[in-house]
């Protein structure tokens, strides 16, 4: 099959009805991965190519309580990583991160995902091929989706005033069901500091947001 044709649900892999078991803790800053999350704190969801480099992007950031990656946007129930890779599950690598908005903004994360990445390869990222390598911003509410439409044009203009011939190909999607990668997925550069990364921005930069405290 094309791995870069988005599959129907009637294609789709059946999956499972038991979620994917990971570790309790975030191996890098401690803070536990799946139980509730402190007051005050939000999530955001982003996908950007191999999830790997993507979640030491954001874990990085000051302001950011955790982070984790796993699989959004496709039909198959708690997927395994190499069905997601088969490219029968629609389902896109993605990266959830708990974040402190007093200290990091929802824009400034967004500046983040449009400099570090090709928002413009479609069903790619560089040499990351398929479905699962799409550039999507999952939205959890109308204000989320407000500003990631909002940045998403600020960037097109700059691509334009640049001469960038492309156009950009990011979907903005209502946030649907997060199932958690294989735990040797969660940190992985942390665990293994010389291991792929895969993000490659196009050296264009957003004005700096300062709407974080």
């Given at each position: ?57 954001f874990w ?5 309580w ?6 959004q ?10 069905e ?24 400034q ?11 413009t ?93």
């Open positions: 099959m094309d791995k870069q044709q988005m599959i129907t649900p009637e294609q789709a892999l059946p999956g499972r009805t038991e979620p994917i078991r990971i570790e309790e803790q975030h191996y890098v800053t401690g803070n536990p991965l799946q139980e509730e999350i402190p007051p005050g704190m939000a999530i955001a969801y982003f996908a950007m190519g191999c999830f790997w480099g993507a979640e030491r992007l990085k950031q000051p302001g950011v955790s982070t984790a990656v796993g699989y946007g496709g039909y198959t129930p708690n997927p395994s990583y190499e997601v890779c088969s490219g029968r599950t629609g389902h896109t690598e993605s990266v959830q991160v708990v974040f402190d908005p007093k200290i990091v903004s929802y824009p994360l967004l500046q983040l995902f449009w400099e570090q990445h090709d928002p390869q479609g069903m790619r990222q560089g040499a990351d091929i398929g479905t699962q390598y799409r550039s999507v911003i999952f939205t959890l509410t109308p204000e989320q989706r407000q500003q990631a439409q909002s940045s998403r044009d600020q960037f097109s203009r700059l691509l334009a005033d640049k001469g960038h011939p492309a156009t950009i190909t990011t979907s903005i999607e209502t946030a649907p069901s997060f199932y958690f990668a294989e735990p040797y997925h969660q940190q992985y550069l942390a665990k293994n500091p010389g291991g792929y990364c895969g993000l490659g921005g196009l050296g264009f930069c957003l004005p700096p947001d300062n709407t974080a405290n």
